[in-house]
């Protein structure tokens, strides 16, 4: 079973906060370069490559040396507004050196959904495409809200990168994460654990392997990762879950060889 047939060029990479940033708070530039090598080269092959990166948050803390995420959910956006901008600037850099360019955009939930406003970024996406730029894509921290009667984030960003790549009919939503594959439980919890080489759809016993995030700065674990996999199962898409450490892992999908775990027929 592989993840890739021929015709498939449209892909979408989601990459996690726990590969953009080492434990230690530190930004891990040496992944960050990776992925834009990797990505700018697939992109002059021809594919139209999107980066959905989480790390504002992440990078906002380690701009400003802070150890801890602080509870206050201003500190927590502030720190995604100064973050954010420092994680293009390394990504716009980074990509410059393997000739391609990047453009942002941050989204929320309710411009994704709204029509107007939906059409309006898959035509912005779509023109970026035609042109070889690739288009990086966060949540709007800053703006997004949680409330009763106002609810405007998506739960985290593994559910954005399937939203997306539902929207946009890309042919693979790669997800990066800080673990080889999908298991039968937490590795980082339970030695034992067995991993799950293809989905092909959901069951109550997957939805309970799922546990949240053991990371000291990933945020959903693989409970929004299993979610964001029945919503490309449904879609009929696929999804491969991977680990991000040498975002040069992608190369060997394209290449149709077995890695991490496929979700999807
Ligand atoms: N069944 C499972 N299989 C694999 N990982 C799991 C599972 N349940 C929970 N996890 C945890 O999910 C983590 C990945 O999620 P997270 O830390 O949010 O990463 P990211 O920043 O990449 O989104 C893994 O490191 C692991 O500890
Ligand atoms: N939008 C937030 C990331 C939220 C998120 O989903 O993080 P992760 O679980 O690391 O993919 C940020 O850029 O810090």
Do not use: W
Not at 29 to 34: A, G, N, Q
Not at 44 to 68: C, D, F, N, P, R
Not at 177 to 190: E, L, R, T, V
């Amino acid at each position: 079973m592989t993840a890739m047939g021929k015709k498939n060029k449209r892909i979408v990479v989601k990459v996690g906060t726990s590969s953009l940033i080492y434990p230690n708070g530190q930004v891990n530039l040496r992944t960050i370069d990776r992925l834009a090598f990797t990505l700018a080269t697939l992109s002059h092959q021809g594919y139209e490559m999107l980066l959905v990166s989480s790390g504002a948050i992440g990078v906002g803390l380690a701009s400003l040396g802070l150890s801890k995420r602080p509870q206050e959910i201003a500190r927590q956006q502030a720190l995604a507004s100064i973050g954010q901008t420092e994680l293009m600037r390394i990504y716009s850099q980074r990509f410059l050196d393997y000739q391609s360019k990047v453009a942002q955009l941050l989204l929320t939930r309710d411009v994704l959904e709204y029509p107007v406003s939906q059409q309006h970024i898959l035509n912005t996406i779509t023109t970026l495409l035609n042109d070889s730029i690739i288009p990086i894509i966060n949540e709007n921290d800053p703006v997004s809200v949680d409330e009763l009667d106002h609810h405007t984030t998506f739960s985290d960003n593994d559910e954005l990168s399937a939203q997306v790549a539902t929207k946009i009919n890309a042919d693979l939503l790669i997800v990066l994460s800080d673990i080889d594959a999908f298991y039968d439980k937490d590795p980082h919890k339970y030695p034992d654990a067995k991993a799950i080489r293809h989905v092909t759809h959901m069951t109550p016993e997957l939805t309970q392997a799922a546990s949240g995030s053991s990371t000291q700065f990933g945020t959903g674990g693989m409970v929004t990762k299993l979610r964001a996999a029945a919503t490309i199962i449904n879609a009929h898409q696929r999804m491969v879950l991977c680990n991000g450490r040498d975002p040069k892992i992608i190369f060997q999908i394209l290449e149709g060889q077995q890695v991490g775990t496929i979700f999807g027929e």
